[in-house]
């Protein structure tokens, strides 16, 4: 089992920064994607980025790519998303998610965390 924890959201004006956390625990995270999803209200839930333990290797959707940047500090089993000039289309409610397999979608992800909600005013 993963269990997965995401921490750092909130309420910032357009134009601003917030960087989310998500600190995992389990057996063999070295094997695992780790991937950022978000969900606006009424919409489906949406493939933002994703980062492997062993290697660093990372993977944007279009819509982000630019703006957010996602990294991981092993040590701390933490990933991390940072998002620069966010927009009020970045409401959401943001959740990281492990997976053994795949990338961008998200039957593939095993794990989920319960989320942190950001909202960002105009």
């Known amino acids: 089992q993963v269990q997965l924890v995401e921490s750092g959201g909130g309420l910032v004006q357009a134009g601003g920064s917030l960087k989310l956390s998500c600190s995992a625990s389990?057996?063999?995270?070295?094997?695992?994607?780790m991937g950022w999803f978000r969900q606006c209200p009424g919409k489906e839930r949406e493939f933002l980025a994703v980062?492997?333990?062993?290697?660093?290797?990372?993977s944007y959707a279009d819509s982000v790519k630019g703006r957010f940047t996602i990294s991981r500090d092993n040590a701390k089993n933490t990933v991390y998303l940072q998002m620069n000039s966010l927009k009020p289309e970045d409401t959401a409610v943001y959740y990281c998610?492990?997976?053994?397999?795949?990338?961008?979608?998200?039957?593939?992800?095993?794990?989920w965390g319960q989320g942190t909600q950001v909202t960002v005013s105009s």
């Open positions: 998610a492990a997976t053994t397999r795949g990338l961008w979608f998200e039957y593939e992800y095993e794990y």
């Open positions: 389990g057996r063999t995270l070295s094997a695992y994607r």
């Open positions: 980062i492997t333990w062993s290697t660093g290797r990372i």
